[in-house]
């Protein structure tokens, strides 16, 4: 079994900033990709960013330049750091990871957090 666990979120003022935290725990073999989404009450969950087990990131277009992804493959861990908070990036936002649980697994499954809540104030 494998699971996905965020932690970070919280309530900040806008302007502020905040750190995500998901660690991946259980029967891994190896993580490919990783990435957060998130999902805004009443939308659709988007791509918040994504990172390859190499280091490749990828990110929307319209958070450019505030957040910024990291990994701790040793930890099997995401990060996202957010600066420069404001009231529309308000949403839960959710944690995944692409995994291989066994040696023998070609392909690796994509498993997801609970989710963290981020609310921005303003």
């Known amino acids: 079994q494998v699971q996905l666990v965020e932690s970070g979120g919280g309530l900040v003022q806008a302007g502020g900033s905040l750190r995500l935290s998901c660690a991946a725990s259980g029967s891994i073999v190896n993580i490919n990709a990783m990435g957060w989404y998130r999902q805004a009450p009443g939308k659709q969950r988007e791509l918040v960013a994504h990172?390859?087990?190499?280091?490749?990131?990828n990110y929307a277009d319209s958070l450019k330049g505030r957040f910024t992804i990291s990994r701790d493959n040793a930890k099997n861990t995401v990060y996202l750091q957010m600066n420069s908070l404001k009231p529309e990036d308000t949403a839960v936002y959710y944690c995944?990871?692409?995994?291989?649980?066994?040696?023998?697994?070609?392909?690796?499954?994509?498993?997801w957090g609970k989710g963290t809540l981020v609310t921005v104030s303003d």
């Open positions: 990172i390859t087990s190499t280091g490749i990131t």
């Open positions: 995944n990871a692409d995994i291989r649980s066994t040696v023998g697994q070609i392909f690796g499954i994509h498993y």
